[in-house]
């Protein structure tokens, strides 16, 4: 369906402007009041006014005034401070469930994470949401305001109605996710907070990009790599998720025709040879029910047992196939690798996946593209819905939060105030 015209209201262009200042004032802190007039094409009045606002409400905080040896007012520095503005991000993984509390300047204030009970949906969310509602509750004991919520699912996600299309690797398909996790957090008291739903490698993305160097790499490939494999692609300032939520899922290209069975259904995927299933197979560290014995895998790996070293080695080689391929389809500035298998398979892998990318530059005579490590490790998913709960605030224009069916309407809008 074609995506309609943008309209707004007064108090949709009044957020728009709010949420530009703090965006240019989150690339270069500092900026005085006429710094930011002349930046965004503002009157001063109306930046005065604006900035009065978010100081008022903990966005921004005012360093003394500088002395220019000018006449008239001297301009004070303005910066983001976000010490009582706080996001809640989650992830809903495979097998277990981590939820932080982050700053809007991305520090990790609160980590909490429980193994997975159960993988019935209904469970499943239940857990979830226990568990944010406490992090909630701590924030708001602290003084803190809680502006958003993100949750990271692991497989296709479509964000506006908060369906999870296809999850090969925890059995969903088609699970109404966003309704469930909704009506729990109404239920809750989280009904007027904006909550966001989106794949765990999106997410991923998204943290890395708002929270990550300035000015932002653009555009930034985030690969995840564990029992599922995939990427989250940040394009001109916006995470691409493609037609319908399952842009990026580079875990499942064909590698090989007729090949090895995936976990999706098909035969040859990348993520049949690289995922960390097929790691603990090639190690010994899977069992005859597919479980991986992860105690064992990271024994092995630690004291770089020769079978992990081949099986983490294997993976990374595929791994640097994945990269060469997501390197000629987006030219990225950076691509950043994280999940499970990097911080098991550590050196081993990534020096794997490298060589072999190196390799495929040296061949094309061209000099290979950035790759780095996660910034924020097993944290980047959660961390990551913080990040876009944040992303899309500051982005009144991108991403509604996720309609919640039978309860009461969300403003498409946040109230701030
Ligand atoms: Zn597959």
Redesign the pocket.
Known sequence: MPTAPMTGDQRFVKNLNRMALLRLLRDESGLSRADLANRSGLTKSTVSLIAKELIDEGWLAEDGALVTGALGRRPTPLRIDGRHLVLIGSELDTDIIRVVAVSIRGEVLEMNQAALKSKDPDAACHQLVQMVTAQSAKVTAAGSRLLGIGVGLPGAVDSTTGVLQFA?NIGWRGVEVGKRLGAELTAAGLGAVPVYFQNEADLAAVGEAEFGARPVEDPLVYVSCGVGVGSGIILNDSLFTGATGSAGEI??TTLFIDGRP?????LG?A??YMGLKAVAEKAGCLDADGHIDRAALKALAGKRAASARDAFGAAGDVLGVLLQNVWTTFNPQVIVLGGESVGLGGEQFLQAAIERLEQFAKQAGLPGPDVRVAKYAELATAVGGAAFALHSLLRPYSHAPTARASVSPVPSVPVLA
Do not use: V
């Open positions: 090969p875990g499942h995936c976990s999706c259904g098909r995927c993520e049949a």
